[in-house]
């Protein structure tokens, strides 16, 4: 309310000061000055009042003030309602819609005050702003807030959720109790450590996380959370500190997510690449042991060849005898040991045949009772029917008793190794028969036991082991079609279970073999290498052979077209086009009954399949050589 009374002295500045302030009012252009008599009526107009409402001030001034308000507003009185509430309280402001001269609507904001003189009122002061402009940044502020919090409220793969400064709940969305259970009502107040398990909140894992967002702006991490019905996910979370203007901390954002399934497919993922680096490594290996063992081989047999020549030279020479022995028995160690590695990189070559496991598991047990020792028991445990699995009877007897000797020396102060077999449907080998071996023993560690299968590694000491034992295991399951597993744990023994696929009808074609006459026919030898030739043919030119000795399939080929050739003694692995196999299928379809016989300590092409040609493993003996000649003439 103004008063606008006057004092007698001071005439001339008073009214100096009053030219000086009509001059200020009417130059105001950001807002609109003007008064109104008692009754509403406009009786002066400043520049402001002409930007704003578009009423120049002849067209303003006299007219009454309620023309600048919406026809809605007129019929309800508002204007008359202003004027009253100004004469009886002195003033009066609000926030509403006002009319331009154009017709066009703004947002204004409205003071009116009351002016008195000696006790009467003489009419309104109003001043009314254009807050247009201010109001729409409000609302389009206010809707933004608005479809922010339907977005976060929306949001139900993510929990999105403020904490205060202390670390309490202060709202929640609906994926929040998606993710981890909690209605609104059961989780807003609480504090957000009991997402936590149990020893991480001992840890004081929840203040650490608080202190850190609130030191460095932000904190993330990965671990498992609880659900309210007490179950386990593994979440990814993310808190962020908020802070005012001024820099005070007035809270978290805190956004959780369930990773649960995203982290198995990341382990599985890493477990196959684990297996994949494991079957790489294993295949490099098999290539580089079986490579070795084939040169090895050609070696051997240069040896066991001509041993047989010594035997028949040093005959009354005692001293000269026990040297040839000495190195006939290390020969056939070393033929041995051969013959592991080339069952490990799944190159030997094998006679498979279909088997009865536990039938042969007891034809050889005997043998694994005495291999164990008087200190530890023999357990055998067979169901009433086991499937048959087509296996070589040798390796995999090797293989049984490889398995049986490695409990026994993991038991050094005796105990019980149990083995047994029964049919299971396995995962990656089908309808199958696991082969298990358990023992007693102290068990493996964790960082040995990706180890085990490796050739040559061994945890005995220099001089107990080759190292070779469950690599030989490892290479004919493989071989066999099957695979092996090994679990143990520290002070509970280990089990070593061999899976192998459920047998199949083989079928071995059976070619009739023409009957040698005699010990005197001629033989075509096809060895490239000069000294494992020479070596052989002393052995045949022994039994009583007649040898023609050709270095590849090619002239061989050329030499079986003259006359004389009784039987073919073919190497398997040959440089050429044509290797020792093939050049048996090519005199095959020439003369079908040309007996034929095969050598090798290697080969990958037999690595696979039934062959259908006899083989006679490198390094071989002379009475070897002689039963395997023997049976191309049954």
Wanted: hydrophobic share 40%; with cysteine; charged share 25%.
């Amino acid at each position: 309310m103004l008063d606008t009374t006057k004092g007698a002295n001071n005439t001339g500045p008073l009214l100096e000061s009053e030219r000086g302030f009509r001059l200020l009012v009417e130059g105001v252009i950001d807002y609109a000055i003007y008064m109104l008599d008692p009754g509403g009526t406009i009786s002066n107009w400043n520049a402001g009042a002409e930007r704003i409402t578009g009423y120049k001030a002849e067209e303003a001034v006299g007219r009454h003030f309620s023309n600048l308000y919406t026809h809605e507003e007129r019929d309800a009185g508002v204007p008359a309602k202003a004027l009253e509430t100004a004469r009886q309280t002195g003033k009066f402001d609000t926030e509403g819609w006002l009319v331009r001269k154009d017709g066009t609507k703004f947002m204004a904001s409205v003071v009116i005050d009351a002016i008195y003189q000696h006790g009467d009122l003489i009419g309104f002061a109003k001043i009314t702003r254009d807050i247009t402009q201010r109001n729409q940044a409000e609302s389009a502020l206010a809707e933004s807030e608005n479809q922010f919090r339907l977005l976060v409220g929306g949001v139900s793969d993510y929990a999105l959720f403020m904490l205060n400064p202390e670390g309490i709940v202060t709202n929640w969305n609906i994926g929040g109790e998606r993710i981890k259970g909690y209605r609104p009502d059961e989780i807003i107040g609480q504090h957000f450590s009991q997402f936590y398990t149990e020893p991480d909140r001992a840890a004081g894992r929840p203040a650490r996380a608080l202190r850190i967002a609130s030191t460095t702006g932000h904190y993330d991490e990965e671990g498992w959370r609880v659900r309210k019905d007490g179950s386990f996910f593994w979440a990814s979370v993310v808190i962020d500190a908020i802070r005012d203007d001024t820099g005070r901390l007035i809270g978290f954002a805190k956004i959780t997510r369930d990773i649960t399934e995203r982290r198995e497919a990341q382990q599985t993922l890493e477990r196959v690449q684990r297996q994949l680096a494991e079957s790489q490594k294993m295949d490099a290996l098999g290539q580089l042991t079986g490579g070795i063992a084939h040169d090895f081989n050609n070696l051997l047999m240069i040896v066991s060849g001509n041993i047989q020549t010594l035997k028949s030279r040093v005959e009354g020479d005692p001293k000269a005898q026990r040297a040839v022995q000495a190195i006939e028995t290390a020969m056939q160690r070393g033929a041995a040991l051969t013959r592991q590695l080339l069952t490990f990189s799944r190159r030997q070559s094998l006679n498979p045949l279909p088997t009865d496991i536990p039938a042969r598991i007891r034809s050889i047990a005997d043998v694994l009772r005495s291999g164990l020792g008087g200190a530890i028991v023999l357990d055998i445990d067979m169901p009433g029917e086991v499937w048959p699995v087509t296996v070589d009877t040798t390796e995999f007897e090797t293989a049984l008793l490889n398995l049986v000797i490695n409990a026994r020396d993991a038991m050094a102060e005796g105990g019980r190794v149990t083995v047994s077999a029964q049919n299971v449907c396995d995962p990656e080998t089908g309808h199958a028969v696991a082969i298990s071996v358990e023992d007693t023993g102290q068990g493996i560690p964790n960082d040995i036991l990706a180890k085990v299968f490796d050739p040559f590694f061994t945890t005995k000491p220099v001089g107990k082991g080759t190292g070779l034992g469950l690599s030989q295991v490892h290479g004919f399951a493989h071989q066999a079609g099957g695979r092996i597993d090994i679990e143990s744990e520290l002070g509970r023994g280990a089990v070593v279970t061999i899976y192998l696929p459920r047998a199949r009808t083989l079928n071995v074609e059976n070619r009739s073999q023409s009957r040698l006459d005699d010990a005197s026919d001629t033989i075509l030898l096809v060895e490239d290498n000069p000294d494992v030739a020479t070596a052989s043919a002393g052995l045949l030119e022994e039994l009583g052979y007649r040898v023609r000795i050709t270095s590849n399939a090619e002239t061989a080929l050329k030499e079986i077209e003259s006359e004389g050739i009784d039987l073919v003694f073919s190497d398997i692995v040959m440089p050429g086009k044509m290797d020792g196999l093939g050049l048996a299928k090519a005199l095959r379809a020439r003369r079908p009954d040309l007996p034929i016989l095969l050598t090798t300590g290697y080969s990958e092409a037999l690595a696979c399949g039934q062959n259908e040609f006899p083989i006679l493993r490198k390094p071989y003996a002379i009475h070897e050589l002689s039963q395997a000649l023997a049976k191309l003439c049954q």
